[in-house]
């Protein structure tokens, strides 16, 4: 079991940036992958990025394409996620994830990378509100 700590969070206007970090001692591990979600108000929680250790390949899911980037600085054992042009459809408690998931197994699929029961060590969140 690892511990992840989310921080980061915060207010921010519409169109506005923020940027997550997740340190994790996971990092050091390349057959896991790393992965972001949000959970918004009264709504489950769902996969928004994810980065596999082993190779750097990163996967997001359509509504965050171009906007959110998820990266890993090894040297600080954290896992980014920087998030631009922010709406307020993406506030939300937004919580860092590890599964086991070595470099050459399947990416076919970004549903199944990014599906929460898949994910068995989490962080306690970080809040992030976009407001006009």
């Known amino acids: 079991q690892f511990e992840l700590v989310e921080s980061g969070g915060g207010l921010v206007q519409p169109g506005g940036s923020l940027k997550l970090s997740c340190v994790t001692s996971?990092?050091?591990?390349?057959?896991?992958?790393i992965a972001w979600f949000r959970q918004a108000p009264g709504k489950e929680r769902e996969g928004v990025s994810c980065i596999i250790l082993g190779n750097g390949n990163t996967y997001s899911s359509d509504s965050v394409k171009g906007r959110f980037t998820i990266s890993k600085v090894n040297a600080e054992n954290t896992v980014n996620l920087q998030m631009n042009s922010l709406k307020t459809t993406v506030t939300g408690v937004y919580y860092c994830?590890?599964?086991?998931?070595?470099?050459?197994?399947?990416?076919?699929?970004?549903?199944?990378?990014?599906?929460?029961?898949?994910?068995?060590?989490w962080g306690q969140g970080a809040r992030v509100t976009v407001y006009t």
């Open positions: 996971a990092l050091s591990l390349v057959s896991y992958a």
């Open positions: 994830a590890a599964k086991i998931h070595p470099w050459f197994w399947s990416t076919s699929s970004t549903s199944l990378l990014l599906n929460r029961t898949r994910y068995h060590d």
